[in-house]
């Protein structure tokens, strides 16, 4: 068995990285919130398992194939920032994975080891309407303390200022699973992939976290053979990226998602991305609010999305961008901030590149 | 701490944000969502500035200063970006500023113009939003909203919580809760913390003006004790400054025939509210704490949450409808004038003095004493709508048969104000048989304990041989702090609003405590200046009230009653117009 001292020193080794998307090192949020417990009285761990990113689907795969590595994990966790401080661990789960995967947790949970923690671990089902904004991390604490959905300013941290005003411990499923895999010396430096879209072998895989976008595709068999695009990261948040572009390493969540070049309907594939974000606007910020629901609003207009606006009211490519760029630059959080990943990756990976090879 | 903001070197203080050293130090940042009462919500983005070395902007009512920073309030990439932010609120706001009281004041517009902002850059997106009506007091309108919620938290503050966000996203919308255990107060204090009078008294100036041009009707005016120190900001005037005279002027100039001060009124109710609570010395079975009722939003809390404290609220009646009543009656009849003919418009800090003027029990023979209620701001916007130059204007006086009031009528705007006035006179008719010598007996002018901005305080008196415990709370939130302490005093003032009348939901926006506090030294100033500073030496006030008394009137002209209520009249309208009124 790990010593508690041992394992934050073997997490940062290892180094693990948070695996929701922000990819913040490990090893550095749980020393910061076990600094804050030591003036305080209590804290809190959550499990971030909801699977907020549209296309990812690892969170699910985990609850399913190793919810005792997930529990080892959060059992370190809970040793490490000391368990008589830890009042309670959410497990945070969207419905469908807790219908699910809720009687194998359950069945995971029922040994004596775990006997002080599944006191403590309390299911957290996300309620069928909520949006994606549930997932950031302080919006979550939100909706857990029965307030409005919507994110807090930070600082303060969660590590400092979390549930209840807690220090408290947010960790996506992968990351504790991680962990389990540090302290029994299996960690081998993988990472889950989530591969989907147009291929042949679409499903979750764990495979060395250091891999290309290009080598993903080939090591599991899924290089097209027709001309693609990939979105990497998340299907909504995700950067865009052409055939050639492939060698960088596959960022946030984990997912390629693989888009077909020919049958792709440029337009549809906006609408898909504008009204996602729309919809899932909690609608705290005005630029987030009023600027998604603008920019869906333009497209839908019959204005012409492509041509030189013969016939037809010519597109403002001008508004949109200035949105866009109010979006970078003035969203209160990371939710409306990343509608210009896909945007602006897409526009100059895909659409221009087509353009310089029409001329 | 030492930073520089667009190249100028300025200091600031550990824990300030940006914004605030930016105002301290000149430097214009707009913003909308911010308040200093309030949490920073950082929702509008439009108070964004730049940061050198930080990727992204930030907003600067919500980042703290650090040494050394150096930030850009008007940078190309600050000024895109707010020129955005704010056409985009531009299209959740639908313009009604042909009807609207803040029309000169407008923050949307003055930042419109500092921008280059194209207002109609896209399409309206709220215009078939409803208006939330509470009684005739405060009003909600959906299709002005830019979700900021800052009249959410300012009703929470209140203790109320009688408005919430409902929905998300872009169909998100402020809504009344469906909570049958809560009401709105009328305090409007919604009103005073929004930034685009989407919340917003429900405005009688249409009204007035029309009065004003009716040949039958004898229109006259008068104005509250907190008025006079908060009118002024309106004009770029000091904060604090009186302006008496020139609210008197201000009258003439509108077309008011006569006009009072409805601090002379402030002296009724503190002989009224004095002699009821030596009354109740006296007598074995009364019901402790006495309370005050002055305040019509706090009368409107314990009809609706505390009935059982209804036994406890003096039946004095409030400064302007006693005043009201003494103009209907007394002068009237002096000046041979038929009442009924008399229009009594009163220019109060307060939205929920609408809703108490039209209380049927206030009126005299079926008719309200006070006929129309303008807050402070809607007066401001008339004066302004009327080009008059209130900085400039000379002073003039009332007319002679009332006068300005006492000292202790002053201060009524302020929290424990009203307390100090009743006590100025319960001391001087208690220890009026007393040995002068018995420091026992407690005759001081000025009771300080009594004063300040404090949410509550308490004193306790030596008086004629009694311990008088009493009370002052203000903002009603802070009323459940001593709810259960209740019956540990004898006397209790209690203010809806924060700091008393010169924080109501009628004043100039914006009233911060900064603000608050320049107004509450005004009133003590202007009190230690009267001539007469007790209520019941004021020789005028003492000639109607003994007409009153000669003339068996007092429970038609002093007193009123309370009855428990099951909440506050909501009207939910789409579309509406505030001429609508014109069409009744």
């Given at each position: 068995m790990v010593k508690e001292k041992d394992i934050i020193t073997k997490i940062a080794t290892a180094g693990l990285v948070g695996r929701g998307g922000a990819s913040y090192p490990t090893a550095r949020k749980w020393a910061a919130v076990k600094s804050a417990l030591k003036n305080k009285k209590q804290g809190y761990i959550i499990v971030n398992a909801a699977e907020g990113e549209p296309g990812v689907k690892k969170d699910g795969y985990i609850l399913k194939h190793h919810a005792v590595g997930l529990f080892d994990g959060i059992y370190l966790a809970d040793r490490f920032l000391g368990s008589k401080k830890i009042k309670k661990v959410y497990l945070f789960l969207n419905h469908k994975y807790y219908q699910e995967y809720g009687p194998g947790l359950k069945k995971a949970l029922a040994v004596k080891k775990y006997r002080t923690l599944k006191e403590k671990i309390e299911f957290f089902i996300k309620p069928e309407k909520l949006t994606y904004i549930s997932g950031e991390e302080t919006a979550l604490l939100n909706l857990i303390e029965g307030k409005k959905v919507e994110p807090r300013l930070k600082p303060p941290y969660p590590t400092e200022h979390g549930l209840f005003g807690h220090p408290t411990l947010i960790n996506n499923p992968e990351t504790f699973y991680d962990v389990s895999l540090v302290a029994a010396g299996r960690y081998e430096g993988e990472r889950f992939y989530t591969l989907g879209g147009a291929l042949k072998r679409r499903g979750v895989y764990a495979l060395p976290a250091n891999l290309s976008i290009e080598e993903v595709l080939r090591r599991t068999g899924n290089y097209p053979d027709r001309p693609f695009f990939v979105s990497v990261g998340g299907e909504a948040s995700g950067e865009v990226f052409a055939a050639d572009q492939l060698m960088g390493p596959v960022e946030g969540a984990?997912?390629?998602?693989?888009?077909?070049?020919?049958?792709?309907?440029?337009?549809?594939?906006?609408?898909?991305?504008?009204?996602f974000y729309k919809e899932q606007s909690c609608g705290h910020?005005?630029?987030?609010?009023?600027?998604?629901?603008?920019?869906?609003?333009?497209?839908n207009k019959r204005d012409n999305f492509h041509g030189d606006g013969k016939g037809r009211k010519k597109f403002d490519w001008d508004l949109f961008w200035e949105i866009v760029a109010g979006l970078e630059e003035t969203s209160f959080c990371a939710l409306g901030a990343s509608l210009p990943i896909p945007l602006r990756s897409y526009w100059k990976n895909i659409v221009k590149r087509k353009k310089a090879k029409l001329s | 701490m030492n930073l520089k903001i667009n190249n100028k070197k300025v200091k600031g203080r550990t824990g300030q944000t940006i914004l605030e050293i930016a105002r301290e130090n000149g430097i214009k940042i707009p913003s909308l969502c911010h308040h200093p009462d309030l949490d920073a919500k950082a929702s509008c983005r439009v108070c964004v500035v730049e940061i050198k070395g930080r990727e992204k902007l930030v907003t600067s009512c919500s980042t703290l200063a650090e040494e050394g920073l150096e930030i850009f309030t008007d940078s190309p990439r600050v000024k895109a970006t707010r020129k955005i932010n704010l056409e985009l609120l531009f299209a959740s706001h639908a313009e009604k500023c042909g009807s609207c009281s803040m029309v000169y004041d407008c923050r949307l517009l003055s930042a419109a113009k500092k921008y280059e902002v194209e207002i109609d850059r896209f399409p309206d997106r709220k215009g078939k939003r409803k208006t939330y009506r509470f009684a005739n007091a405060v009003e909600i309108d959906g299709t002005q909203c830019i979700d900021c919620d800052n009249c959410v938290e300012a009703c929470v503050r209140q203790g109320i919580g009688y408005l919430e966000k409902a929905g998300s996203g872009i169909n998100q919308e402020i809504e009344p809760v469906k909570d049958k255990d809560k009401a709105c107060i009328y305090c409007g204090q919604c009103?005073?913390?929004?930034?685009?009078?989407?919340?917003?008294?429900?405005?009688?100036?249409?009204v007035v003006e029309k009065a004003l041009k009716d040949k039958n009707k004898i229109v006259v005016a008068q104005f509250a004790p907190a008025v006079r120190v908060s009118l002024g900001e309106e004009f770029g005037l000091p904060y604090g400054e009186n302006c008496e005279g020139k609210i008197y002027s201000a009258f003439k100039k509108l077309g008011f025939k006569y006009s009072f001060d409805i601090n002379f009124g402030a002296d009724i109710t503190t002989m009224t509210e004095a002699e009821e609570f030596i009354a109740r010395l006296k007598d074995k079975k009364a019901v402790w704490p006495m309370t005050t009722s002055c305040c019509p939003a706090w009368v409107a809390y314990a009809e609706f949450y505390h009935p059982e404290l209804l036994p406890n609220l003096t039946t004095a009646r409030s400064p302007h409808i006693h005043s009201a009543g003494a103009i209907k009656t007394y002068w009237a009849k002096q000046k041979k004038i038929d009442p009924r003919k008399i229009v009594v418009v009163s220019i109060v800090p307060c939205t929920a003095k609408k809703y108490e003027a039209s209380r049927p029990e206030l009126g005299l023979k079926g008719r309200p004493l006070v006929d129309y209620v303008l807050t402070t701001r809607e007066f401001a916007y008339l004066i302004k709508k009327n080009k008059i130059d209130f900085k400039n204007l000379p002073d003039s006086d009332g007319d002679p048969l009332f006068n300005r009031g006492s000292g202790a009528a002053a201060i009524y705007g302020a929290t424990g104000g009203v307390m100090e006035s009743a006590l100025r006179s319960v001391a001087s008719f208690l220890c009026a048989g007393e040995d002068k010598?018995?420091?026992?007996?407690d005759r001081r002018l000025e009771f300080k304990d009594v004063r300040g901005l404090a949410g509550f305080k308490e004193a306790e008196l030596n008086i004629a041989g009694r311990k008088i415990r009493v009370g002052v709370v203000n903002g009603m939130g802070n009323f459940s702090r001593i709810l259960s302490r209740l019956k540990k005093y004898h006397y209790i003032e209690i203010m809806a609003c924060p700091g008393g009348c010169l924080g109501g939901g009628g004043q100039p926006i914006p009233t911060t405590e900064?603000?608050?506090?320049?107004?509450?030294?005004?009133?003590?100033?202007?009190?230690?200046?009267?001539?007469?500073?007790?209520?019941?030496?004021?020789?005028?006030?003492?000639?109607?009230?003994?007409?009153v008394m000669d003339k068996k009137l007092s429970s038609r002209l002093l007193h009123t009653k309370f009855k428990k209520s099951r909440g506050s009249r909501l009207i939910a309208t789409k579309k509406d117009s505030i001429f609508d009124f014109l069409k009744h």
């Open positions: 984990g997912l390629i998602m693989v888009y077909d070049l020919e049958k792709t309907d440029e337009k549809k594939l906006f609408r898909y991305w504008l009204n910020c005005t630029i987030c609010r009023e600027g998604t629901y603008r920019l869906l609003e333009m497209i | 009103t005073l913390h929004c930034p685009v009078a989407a919340a917003q008294e429900q405005g009688a100036w249409p010598k018995n420091t026992l007996c900064a603000i608050r506090k320049e107004r509450a030294a005004a009133l003590y100033a202007i009190d230690k200046k009267r001539p007469v500073r007790r209520a019941h030496e004021n020789k005028a006030m003492k000639e109607y009230y003994n007409w």
